[in-house]
């Protein structure tokens, strides 16, 4: 689900910028911007891109296709987005046989909308990553089948569209029966985390850093963000499902006065701009003071990632294997801190940091997003975290950065071993990248145990996913080390090796390394 989860914040972003051209409040505002050249732009882009909000289905059915297809990918796209069209017209018309639509005009409550025209049961995101399971497991099987003689044109590809045809067929009965039951567990679960209130909030932000370590955030987030699990409502006339869904469209509507509770899942950055800063201020105080110009210019980068972009795992990782304690009180007070923002009233859109804070809440106005509050529960999360951390560290005696054992990576070194330390450290950064600055992906790949060792290699924001034979071969040393890693994971085959930022690069790189 990386594609689509990867994609979807750019498209709340233009809605946010969209929203700078047409909303009514700063357009009183600011006058310049009340002529019909950047209203009309305003109004176009935001509404070129709510489509793809409410076509999700379609979104992970392609996503998910991609990332499963053990090769030959584009094909696999393809087919999983007519394998979509074939499903919604084989379900309309399965429904229509059977008496099962509902009126056209009076779809609210029923279960059903129209999704590219067509007028079926209302799946969500489920049917695409339902769609995409499927047609990855059958092009797997059959993407290289071929045919001898006058059959050979039906081979490959095709043959997999052949197959799905009546996969899909069947797929589209059995949903039409038993789906409507999934169809409302599902609803009462995300009517009870809508009405749970704190305790919703609380369980959801806990569960997300907890589930960090692992890199499963990124199952649990688009469940709640983009699913009916996250809560539906009824915006401008239109059945909106998710809580970022919600709230997206609630910021461009110009009948919304305030953003609902469905904002409080996005408010996340109240921890990411304000906890990990008292987080990483009381590890600076709580180090040696022989070390802490050293842990300055470690935790000083890390900490604007997580204020800035909103990624997290460098600072996370810092004290996650030395201090798991602090981790678990971390993700027990980022739970709270959502708890905190709906207590005070915030309705702020900040989950990536001071950017999307920016971008989103300042042009939508207080009013809209009670972002003052936001402020203020930041601030006050600042100083919890801050006294939290720093009474733990220092009453438990806990190894974070700066009080190492002795023999630790900072220590205090001589003269002559400072200057071999230095040697040491240029030389790996020499390893680390090419004078072009280019990431040496072949100390990587080797790291990694070799091209043949590497069985598939993705990424998603912040680490690269892999697949390996035998992870015995894994340099997590050399990882480290030598090419810049924060953090590996290893579980079984799978391996995840963290590069926060410069992710993109670091997979280009060892996409070409294993081209050659």
Excluded at 388 to 401: E, G
Aim: with cysteine; proline share 3%; net charge positive.
């Amino acid at each position: 689900m990386f594609m689509p989860v990867l994609i979807l914040p750019i498209v709340g972003l233009l809605i946010a910028v969209a929203n700078l051209f047409t909303n009514a409040s700063l357009i009183q505002d600011v006058p310049f911007l009340n002529n019909p050249v950047t209203i009309g732009f305003g109004t176009i882009l935001s509404g070129c891109m709510q489509p793809i909000l409410s076509n999700l289905g379609l979104i992970f059915a392609v996503g998910v296709s991609i990332g499963l297809a053990k090769e030959k990918k584009s094909d696999a796209a393809f087919i999983s987005v007519l394998t979509y069209v074939v499903f919604l017209n084989a379900m309309n018309k399965y429904m229509n046989l059977r008496g099962l639509l509902a009126p056209a005009d009076a779809l609210r409550g029923t279960g059903q909308s129209i999704i590219l025209g067509v007028q079926v049961l209302e799946m969500g995101a489920f049917l695409g990553i339902i769609l995409g399971l499927v047609v990855a497991a059958v092009h797997n099987r059959f993407i290289n089948t071929e045919f001898k003689g006058a059959f050979q044109i039906y081979g490959s590809a095709r043959f997999v569209f052949i197959v799905m045809i009546p996969v899909t067929i069947l797929l589209a009965v059995v949903c039409t029966h038993v789906w409507p039951p999934i169809q409302s567990v599902i609803s009462k679960f995300g009517t009870i985390i809508g009405e749970s209130g704190n305790l919703g909030y609380f369980l959801f932000g806990a569960s997300e850093r907890l589930l960090i370590p692992v890199g499963l955030h990124n199952v649990l987030n688009p469940m709640i963000l983009y699913t009916s699990l996250g809560g539906s409502a009824m915006i401008d006339g239109v059945l909106v499902e998710g809580a970022r869904n919600i709230t997206l469209a609630e910021l461009a509507s110009p009948n919304v006065a305030t953003l609902s509770t469905a904002a409080i899942f996005e408010c996340r950055g109240v921890t990411k701009i304000f906890g990990l800063t008292g987080a990483a201020l009381a590890m600076y105080q709580a180090a040696r003071p022989e070390n802490k110009q050293r842990v300055k210019s470690i935790l000083v980068p890390v900490v604007l990632t997580s204020c800035i972009a909103g990624i997290t795992e460098p600072i996370e990782f810092s004290f996650l294997f030395v201090a798991p304690v602090l981790y678990v009180v971390h993700a027990i007070l980022s739970g709270a801190g959502l708890v905190l923002a709906n207590l005070l009233g915030a309705r702020t859109i900040a989950y990536n940091g001071i950017i999307d804070f920016i971008l989103y809440n300042v042009p939508a106005g207080i009013n809209k997003t009670h972002w003052l509050a936001f402020l203020l529960a930041g601030v006050i999360m600042f100083v919890v975290y801050y006294v939290v951390f720093y009474f733990l560290i220092t009453k438990l005696n806990l190894h974070t950065l700066g009080r190492e054992d002795e023999g630790g990576e900072m220590k205090l070194y001589s003269k002559k071993e400072y200057k071999e330390k230095q040697a040491k450290e240029k030389q790996a950064h020499a390893n680390a990248a090419a004078p072009s600055g280019k990431i040496d992906a072949a100390t990587i790949v080797a790291a990694l145990g070799g091209k043949d060792n590497l069985l598939e290699v993705d990424n998603c924001f912040t680490r690269l996913r892999l697949k390996v034979k035998d992870n015995t071969k894994i340099d997590q040393a050399t990882l480290k080390n030598q090419t810049g890693a924060s953090g590996v994971m290893i579980k079984g085959q799978i391996v995840q090796v963290i590069y926060g930022l410069k992710i993109n690069a670091v997979r280009r790189a060892v996409d070409e390394e294993l081209s050659k």
